[in-house]
């Protein structure tokens, strides 16, 4: 009979078409676990039901079915046989990228490999491992399990040429730049290109308040550590795209099981994980008050706004200060320093951005007019610019790479066609550096 697996809900995305399936189980008890699907519910379904009902839930909400899939959890690899059938039933259903979320546990387990083979064998691509310690000490009372099958877990995978992402989360006092940079070397011992992810510990929902959310610098220093060895590292919360754009921005739709539809942002997300802890709501929020303030300050950090070289006049590119009504300025995040060699530079949007001189603002008694251009043209005025590097880094003319954030006036953009006038914003931001 096939193997059932518990079934919270599916996600598809607004931004980007792709499907995440929920599943709900996992073999760990991890102290500062966020994931209500940890503890099983959802529907019991067979693989071939899953699938059915997700392609039911991308025909309603898409009109056809994505190419990206990505299974997560709970931990997914504890269903052996309804992993494997759900992979190679997305693979028969046209799906191109199938990417596994896990703590490589199960996968580890099996001395053979033959688990990691069969992964690959069934049409898996891409692997998300958590490395939670690499002190086997620190990961069995984090997990409650030894990390020995996990670390044999990286090696197989990569030995099956399925790419990998691995991920830590920084836990001040227990998993620091000393435990990471372990990490690294050991990552790096088997391919320095494997790209690494480094996570602040978000106390405010995990299951155990083991310990605070790290400094900036905290942060910092474990990515130098990691960078000694590993050429892809980033440093990031997971969920990098909607935060802080407020609604009605384009997020994520939620599919139950049967076939109701949510739109749900964080904030719902975050709503869930309250009703799954047993701590005082008013206690939660205060301490996700101060988790918000730390995430700008990050993102504020990664930026390094404010002590740009426009304050010498290097910066500025076109004549004209910033924010007339045919300029646009640029700022540039610190990562992205080794390409645009400044922090900002301010466009003229009549000087080959876009091509437009519109009378926006004509109606206003006389107002002066503003110039504009939309987001995309800004972006390929500065591929002419930047040249190959940028086209790598952040557009390459079509497309906006993974890894960059752009927002123009404070709000997160992922519409290139929107429209930019004289006297905006834009500030690209680009969480990988180097590499
Ligand atoms: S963090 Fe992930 S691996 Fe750990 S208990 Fe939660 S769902 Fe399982």
């Given at each position: 009979m096939a193997e059932r697996r518990g079934i919270q809900y599916f996600t598809l995305s607004e931004i980007e078409p792709r499907i995440w399936f929920m599943l709900t189980g996992c073999n760990f008890r991890c102290r500062g676990c966020f994931r209500p699907a940890r503890d099983g519910g959802g529907v019991l379904l067979t693989a071939e039901e899953a699938l059915s009902l997700a392609e039911k839930a991308c025909e309603k909400c898409y009109g056809f079915l994505p190419k990206k899939a990505m299974i997560t959890g709970g931990?997914?690899?504890?269903s052996r046989d309804f992993l494997l059938s759900l992979i190679s039933g997305l693979r028969e259903r046209g799906f191109e990228e199938i990417v596994l979320m896990t703590n490589g546990y199960a996968i580890g387990e099996d001395a053979s490999g033959s688990y990691a083979h069969a992964l690959k064998s069934a049409g898996l691509t891409e692997v998300h491992i958590?490395?939670?310690?690499?002190s086997d000490e620190i990961h069995r009372w984090y997990t409650g399990k030894s990390n020995k099958p996990v670390l044999s877990a990286v090696k197989m995978l990569y030995d099956e040429g399925i790419e990998l992402l691995a991920q830590t989360i920084y836990i001040p006092g227990i998993v620091q730049a000393d435990e990471i940079e372990r990490i690294a070397a050991f990552l790096a011992s088997i391919d320095e290109n494997i790209k690494y992810r480094i996570n602040p510990f978000a106390p405010t929902f995990a299951f155990e308040r083991v310990s605070r959310a790290p400094t900036i610098e905290e942060m910092e220093r474990a990515y130098e550590a990691a960078k000694k060895h590993l050429k892809n590292v980033i440093v990031s919360r997971s969920c990098f795209r909607e935060f802080p754009t407020p609604p009605p921005q384009r997020t994520w739709l939620t599919v139950y099981p049967d076939l109701t539809v949510k739109r749900r942002s964080m904030k719902d997300q975050n709503e869930e994980r309250l009703q799954w802890l047993r701590r005082p709501r008013s206690r939660v929020l205060a301490d996700f008050e101060r988790e918000l303030a730390w995430d700008f300050k990050l993102r504020e950090r990664i930026l390094s706004a404010g002590n740009s070289a426009v304050a010498t006049g290097e910066a500025k590119e076109g004549e004209g200060a910033s924010g007339s009504d045919h300029t646009v300025k640029v700022k540039f995040s610190s990562a992205l320093l080794p390409l645009t060699k400044k922090r900002e530079l301010v466009l003229k949007l009549s000087d080959g951005v876009g091509a437009s001189s519109a009378?926006?603002?004509?109606?206003?008694?006389?107002?002066k007019a503003r110039s504009s251009a939309t987001l995309r043209e800004v972006l390929r005025r500065l591929a002419e610019i930047y040249g190959e590097a940028f086209k790598k880094r952040?557009?390459?003319?079509?497309a906006v790479n993974e890894f960059v954030n752009i927002s123009l006036n404070g709000r997160l953009i992922d519409d290139l066609d929107v429209e930019v006038r004289g006297g905006d914003e834009i500030i690209i931001l680009s969480v990988i550096s180097g590499g």
């Amino acid at each position: 009979m096939a193997e059932r697996r518990g079934i919270q809900y599916f996600t598809l995305s607004e931004i980007e078409p792709r499907i995440w399936f929920m599943l709900t189980g996992c073999n760990f008890r991890c102290r500062g676990c966020f994931r209500p699907a940890r503890d099983g519910g959802g529907v019991l379904l067979t693989a071939e039901e899953a699938l059915s009902l997700a392609e039911k839930a991308c025909e309603k909400c898409y009109g056809f079915l994505p190419k990206k899939a990505m299974i997560t959890g709970g931990e997914p690899t504890i269903s052996r046989d309804f992993l494997l059938s759900l992979i190679s039933g997305l693979r028969e259903r046209g799906f191109e990228e199938i990417v596994l979320m896990t703590n490589g546990y199960a996968i580890g387990e099996d001395a053979s490999g033959s688990y990691a083979h069969a992964l690959k064998s069934a049409g898996l691509t891409e692997v998300h491992i958590d490395i939670k310690a690499f002190s086997d000490e620190i990961h069995r009372w984090y997990t409650g399990k030894s990390n020995k099958p996990v670390l044999s877990a990286v090696k197989m995978l990569y030995d099956e040429g399925i790419e990998l992402l691995a991920q830590t989360i920084y836990i001040p006092g227990i998993v620091q730049a000393d435990e990471i940079e372990r990490i690294a070397a050991f990552l790096a011992s088997i391919d320095e290109n494997i790209k690494y992810r480094i996570n602040p510990f978000a106390p405010t929902f995990a299951f155990e308040r083991v310990s605070r959310a790290p400094t900036i610098e905290e942060m910092e220093r474990a990515y130098e550590a990691a960078k000694k060895h590993l050429k892809n590292v980033i440093v990031s919360r997971s969920c990098f795209r909607e935060f802080p754009t407020p609604p009605p921005q384009r997020t994520w739709l939620t599919v139950y099981p049967d076939l109701t539809v949510k739109r749900r942002s964080m904030k719902d997300q975050n709503e869930e994980r309250l009703q799954w802890l047993r701590r005082p709501r008013s206690r939660v929020l205060a301490d996700f008050e101060r988790e918000l303030a730390w995430d700008f300050k990050l993102r504020e950090r990664i930026l390094s706004a404010g002590n740009s070289a426009v304050a010498t006049g290097e910066a500025k590119e076109g004549e004209g200060a910033s924010g007339s009504d045919h300029t646009v300025k640029v700022k540039f995040s610190s990562a992205l320093l080794p390409l645009t060699k400044k922090r900002e530079l301010v466009l003229k949007l009549s000087d080959g951005v876009g091509a437009s001189s519109a009378p926006a603002d004509a109606a206003e008694g006389g107002a002066k007019a503003r110039s504009s251009a939309t987001l995309r043209e800004v972006l390929r005025r500065l591929a002419e610019i930047y040249g190959e590097a940028f086209k790598k880094r952040v557009f390459d003319g079509s497309a906006v790479n993974e890894f960059v954030n752009i927002s123009l006036n404070g709000r997160l953009i992922d519409d290139l066609d929107v429209e930019v006038r004289g006297g905006d914003e834009i500030i690209i931001l680009s969480v990988i550096s180097g590499g």
